[in-house]
């Protein structure tokens, strides 16, 4: 669905955002993109839904330039940026509106996502808070049906509530023909919602791997003070104790505790990456 090779982008000339950039983005899939702020994650979905070009490398949606914006391009994808700006229209005006420019558009769907999410559908967008808004622009997202769907920070915003449901929506919005990127720096609000965990740090997407390899190939856990921390790979003090990531040696499962991996990940000279790395049979672009 999307393929992307040897990406170099930078909003200078001097300055590069995304270095040597490749990555593929499949259907059935519900993508994390997890980064530091201001580590690029915007830049980079702005490439994939051609807002933005690069200067070197290519960014394929479906098979064409995502730069190139074609109408058919554009009809199958749907892009959510964090500074959401809703128009002086009512949630009904806007699917009456717009949402006849999306060929699979699904006005039921719609009209019960903004109930499950608590968005009056008669009031004008522009006159709601900010939650509100973003919740009915995340309700006319998921009702667009797009192939891809691309949500940047969609959670800031939300109450804790509205993040849980937001979570569900989006779990159920999913189909084998549908591919979701979101991005957030708010790691815990896509716990038990992605399948496959992006990681974007100095320029380059150090992590590429399904929630499953992750929780085959490392063990979770804390470790009692005093004890034998041989072998491993990652630790961090925490409210709950020493966190802790091992080898996953006895093949036993563990949660992937998704805050812990990213500090692991983004750490000098992570452990974690380079095992990672050696254990894995990696794509070769
Ligand atoms: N339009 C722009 N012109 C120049 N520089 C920009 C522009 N937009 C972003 N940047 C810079 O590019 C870098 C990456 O920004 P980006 O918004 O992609 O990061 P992010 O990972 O989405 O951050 P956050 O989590 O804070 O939203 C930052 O240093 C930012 O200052």
Redesign the pocket.
Known sequence: MVRIRHLHFG?SRRAL?LENLSLDLLPGRIYGLL?K???????LLKNIVGLAFPQAGTCDVNGHPAARRRPATLQDLFFLP?DVKAPAATAHELAASTGAFYPRFDHGAYTAYLAELDVPPAVRLDKLSFGQQKKALIAFALATNTGLLVLD?PTNGLDIPSKAQFRKLVARALGDERCVVI?T?QVRDLDSLIDTVLVLHQRRIVLNHTIDELAEQLAFGSLAPGADATGVLYHEASVRGQQVIRPNEAGAFSRVDLEVLFNALTTPQSAVAAYLATHRHEPVF
């Open positions: 909003y955002q980064g702020n201001g580590a690029g994650k915007s830049t964090e920070e991005s720096h």
